[in-house]
C-alpha cells in the first residue's frame, strides 16, 4: 500500500521548513536509513532519512519549496511489488505546497475540504476553518478564504491571493497595510512587489489600546516612513531570511521579558599565553604533519567558564516560570557569525572536556554551523554561552543573554596595558570580560561569584587541569 512520505519536524518548536534538494528521483528505490532529501530551517540544511523500504512514487514539493507546513505530504512512496504508476495517481488529492518558483497568478478560491484542522504552513492545501470559508461578493465571486489573523485588529477581511501572502511575509510586510489592484482590492503578488519599494503602502494603524502587559512596544517609525526618509533607488532593499527572523524575534523576547545586569573584570593572560605557546609547541602531528590540535584563547575561555559554573552551581540555571532548572552538566554556546546572522552551537560536558578536545569539536561545529549543516540538539538549550569580538579589536561590550539560558559572556581582545603591580607600573596582556546575567534566575552577588571564579581560571589555567 503507497504511504505519503511527510515533511518531518527537525525541532520541537519547527512549524514549517524548506524542501531544499531531493536526493532521490521518482523511480528510484530507497530502503530505511537513505538519505533522500535535504530539509532547510533557519537555523540550518539537514539530512531527511527514509524509514521505509520502497519506491519514490510521486515527488509532490519539488526542489525549491518554501514554507513547507510539518507533516504535509511531500512525496509518495510505492511498496515492495505495488504498482507504481498506480500508487503516483494517489498523489493527485495531496496537499501540495507553494513552490518558490511558482507563477505570479492568482489562484481561484476553492471549496474547503471537511478536514478537522488546517496546517499552518501558507499553501499547504490543508482545510479551511468555518470561520475562514469564503463569502459571497457580489456578481456571484467568491472571496478568497482570510489568512489566520489578517484584518484580525480592524476586524475587517483582507483579501490576498496565497502567493501575494507569501510574498509579502518573506518581505516583512504586514500585508494589511497594502493597497490591492486586483479584483474588488485584493492584494495580488505585483502589489507586494510594488510594496518592496513603498508604493502602495497605507498608513500604519494606530496601537491597540488595551495591550496586555509585558507586550512588545509599537517601533518608533513604520516602514513608510523610514522609506519615505530615503530616495527612491538609493538603496536595495533585501527581504529578512528565516534565519534573521528568528534572531529578532527570540533577542526582542529576551530584550523585553529578561530583566539582565551586567558585570566586567579584566583578566591578565600572561599565564594564559605563555600555557598556550607550550602546550601548542607539545602538540602531535597526524599523518599529514599537521598539528593534532591547536589551542586559541578562546578554547580557554570555554573551559574556564564551564569549570566555573561547576564551581558555582546555583549560577548555572535556566529559569522557568515554575521551578529553577539546575543544569548537572555545563553545555557552553559559542556564538558563530554567518552572513546573514549568528548561531550558538553548543560544546557539551565542556567541564570534562580536555582543551584539545574542545579545540577541534568547535572548529567542527563551527564549520558545519557556516554550512548550515548544524543538527537541533547541536545549538538548542545549553547552560550559558561565550561570545568573542576579540578579534576585531573590540575591547568590550555587551551580549544579549540566549533564552533558555541566564548569562552570557562577551569577551573582547587582549592587548597590553599599563598595569600597577607592586607600585610599578608595567605591561601586561589583558583581557576585559563582561557577564549579563538574568536577575530572574541570579542576584548581583551570584553572578559575581560567578564571573570572579572564571577569573581565576582564566589567570591560573594550570587549575583548569587540577
Given at each position: 500500500?503507497?504511504?505519503?512520505?511527510?515533511?518531518?519536524?527537525?525541532?520541537?518548536?519547527?512549524?514549517?521548513?524548506?524542501?531544499?534538494?531531493?536526493?532521490?528521483k521518482?523511480?528510484?528505490?530507497?530502503?530505511?536509513?537513505?538519505?533522500?532529501?535535504?530539509?532547510?530551517?533557519?537555523?540550518?540544511?539537514m539530512?531527511?532519512?527514509?524509514?521505509?523500504?520502497?519506491?519514490?512514487?510521486?515527488?509532490?514539493?519539488?526542489?525549491?519549496?518554501?514554507?513547507?507546513?510539518?507533516?504535509?505530504?511531500?512525496?509518495?512512496?510505492?511498496?515492495?511489488?505495488?504498482?507504481?504508476?498506480?500508487?503516483?495517481?494517489?498523489?493527485?488529492?495531496?496537499?501540495?505546497?507553494e513552490?518558490?518558483?511558482?507563477?505570479?497568478?492568482?489562484?481561484?478560491?476553492?471549496?474547503?475540504?471537511?478536514q478537522?484542522?488546517?496546517?499552518?504552513?501558507?499553501?499547504?492545501?490543508?482545510?479551511?476553518?468555518?470561520?475562514?470559508?469564503?463569502?459571497?461578493?457580489?456578481?456571484?465571486?467568491?472571496?478568497?478564504?482570510?489568512?489566520?489573523?489578517?484584518?484580525?485588529?480592524?476586524?475587517?477581511?483582507?483579501f490576498?491571493?496565497?502567493?501575494?501572502?507569501?510574498?509579502?511575509?518573506?518581505?516583512?510586510?504586514?500585508?494589511?497595510?497594502?493597497?490591492?489592484?486586483?479584483?474588488?482590492?485584493?492584494?495580488?503578488a505585483s502589489?507586494?512587489?510594488?510594496?518592496?519599494s513603498?508604493?502602495?503602502?497605507?498608513?500604519?494603524?494606530?496601537?491597540?489600546t488595551?495591550?496586555?502587559?509585558?507586550?512588545?512596544?509599537?517601533?518608533?517609525?513604520?516602514?513608510?516612513?523610514?522609506?519615505?526618509?530615503?530616495?527612491?533607488?538609493?538603496?536595495?532593499s533585501?527581504?529578512?531570511?528565516?534565519?534573521?527572523?528568528?534572531?529578532?524575534?527570540?533577542?526582542?523576547?529576551?530584550?523585553?521579558?529578561?530583566?539582565?545586569?551586567?558585570?566586567?573584570?579584566?583578566?591578565?593572560?600572561?599565564?594564559?599565553?605563555?600555557?598556550?605557546?607550550?602546550?601548542?609547541?607539545?602538540a602531535?602531528?597526524d599523518?599529514?604533519?599537521?598539528p593534532?590540535y591547536?589551542?586559541?584563547?578562546?578554547?580557554?575561555?570555554?573551559?574556564?567558564?564551564?569549570?566555573?559554573?561547576?564551581?558555582?552551581?546555583?549560577?548555572?540555571?535556566?529559569?522557568?516560570?515554575?521551578?529553577?532548572?539546575?543544569?548537572?552538566?555545563?553545555?557552553?554556546?559559542?556564538?558563530?557569525?554567518?552572513?546573514?546572522?549568528?548561531?550558538?552551537p553548543?560544546?557539551?560536558?565542556?567541564?570534562?572536556?580536555?582543551?584539545?578536545?574542545?579545540?577541534?569539536?568547535?572548529?567542527?561545529?563551527?564549520?558545519?554551523?557556516?554550512?548550515?549543516?548544524l543538527?537541533?540538539?547541536?545549538?538548542?538549550?545549553?547552560?550559558?554561552s561565550?561570545?568573542?569580538?576579540?578579534?576585531?579589536g573590540?575591547?568590550?561590550?555587551?551580549a544579549?543573554?540566549?533564552?533558555p539560558?541566564?548569562?552570557?559572556?562577551?569577551?573582547?581582545?587582549?592587548?597590553?596595558?599599563?598595569?600597577?603591580?607592586?607600585?610599578?607600573?608595567?605591561?601586561?596582556?589583558?583581557?576585559?570580560?563582561?557577564?549579563?546575567?538574568?536577575?530572574r534566575?541570579?542576584?548581583?552577588?551570584?553572578?559575581?561569584?560567578?564571573i570572579?571564579?572564571?577569573?581565576?581560571?582564566?589567570?591560573?589555567?594550570?587549575?583548569?587541569?587540577?
Open positions: 500500500m503507497a504511504t505519503n512520505i511527510l515533511m518531518p519536524a527537525l525541532s520541537p518548536t519547527m512549524e514549517k521548513g524548506n524542501l531544499a534538494k531531493w536526493l532521490k521518482e523511480g528510484d528505490k530507497v530502503k530505511a536509513g537513505d538519505i533522500i532529501a535535504e530539509i532547510e530551517t533557519d537555523k540550518a540544511t539530512e531527511y532519512e527514509a524509514v521505509d523500504e520502497g519506491t519514490i512514487a510521486k515527488i509532490i514539493v519539488p526542489d525549491g519549496t518554501q514554507d513547507v507546513a510539518v507533516n504535509a505530504p511531500i512525496a509518495v512512496l510505492a511498496a515492495e511489488g505495488e504498482d507504481v504508476k498506480a500508487a503516483a495517481s494517489s498523489a493527485a488529492s495531496a496537499p501540495k505546497a513552490a518558490k518558483s511558482e507563477p505570479k497568478s492568482e489562484a481561484k478560491a476553492t471549496s474547503p475540504s471537511p478537522p484542522s488546517p496546517s499552518k504552513g501558507e499553501g499547504a492545501g490543508s482545510a479551511v476553518p468555518q470561520a475562514q470559508r469564503p463569502s459571497p461578493l457580489p456578481g456571484g465571486e467568491r472571496s478568497p478564504p482570510k489568512a489566520a489573523g489578517e484584518g484580525a485588529a480592524a476586524g475587517t477581511r483582507i490576498s491571493t496565497p502567493l501575494a501572502r507569501r510574498l509579502a511575509k518573506d518581505a516583512g510586510i504586514d500585508i494589511a497595510r497594502i493597497s490591492g489592484s486586483g479584483p474588488h482590492g485584493r492584494v495580488i502589489d507586494v512587489e510594488a510594496a518592496k513603498g508604493k502602495g503602502l497605507k498608513a500604519a494603524a494606530a496601537p491597540a488595551g495591550a496586555p502587559a509585558g507586550a512588545p512596544s509599537q517601533p518608533a517609525m513604520t516602514d513608510q516612513q523610514i522609506l519615505g526618509l530615503y530616495e527612491e533607488g538609493s538603496y536595495e533585501i527581504p529578512h531570511d528565516g534565519m534573521r527572523r528568528t534572531i529578532a524575534q527570540r533577542l526582542t523576547i529576551a530584550t523585553n521579558s529578561m530583566p539582565t545586569f551586567y558585570l566586567t573584570v579584566d583578566c591578565d593572560l600572561g599565564k594564559l599565553m605563555a600555557a598556550r605557546e607550550d602546550i601548542n609547541a607539545a602531535g602531528k599523518k599529514d604533519g599537521k593534532l591547536k589551542l586559541s584563547v578562546n578554547d580557554f575561555v570555554i573551559k574556564a567558564m564551564a569549570i566555573a559554573l561547576q564551581k558555582i552551581p546555583e549560577a548555572n540555571v535556566s529559569w522557568t516560570e515554575a521551578a529553577m532548572l539546575r543544569h548537572k552538566h555545563s553545555d557552553i554556546g559559542v556564538a558563530v557569525a554567518l552572513p546573514f546572522g549568528l548561531i550558538t553548543i560544546i557539551r560536558q565542556a567541564e570534562i572536556k580536555t582543551l584539545s578536545a574542545i579545540s577541534n569539536e568547535m572548529k567542527d561545529l563551527a564549520a558545519r554551523a557556516k554550512a548550515k549543516k543538527k537541533p540538539n547541536e545549538y538548542q538549550g545549553g547552560s550559558s561565550v561570545s568573542n569580538l576579540g578579534m576585531f573590540i575591547k568590550d561590550f555587551t544579549i543573554i540566549n533564552p539560558q541566564s548569562s552570557i559572556l562577551a569577551v573582547g581582545t587582549g592587548e597590553e596595558r599599563a598595569v600597577v603591580r607592586n607600585g610599578q607600573i608595567v605591561a601586561a596582556t589583558m583581557m576585559s570580560v563582561t557577564l549579563s546575567c538574568d536577575h534566575a541570579m542576584d548581583g552577588a551570584l553572578g559575581a561569584e560567578l570572579t571564579a572564571f577569573k581565576k581560571l582564566i589567570e591560573n589555567p594550570v587549575m583548569m587541569v587540577v
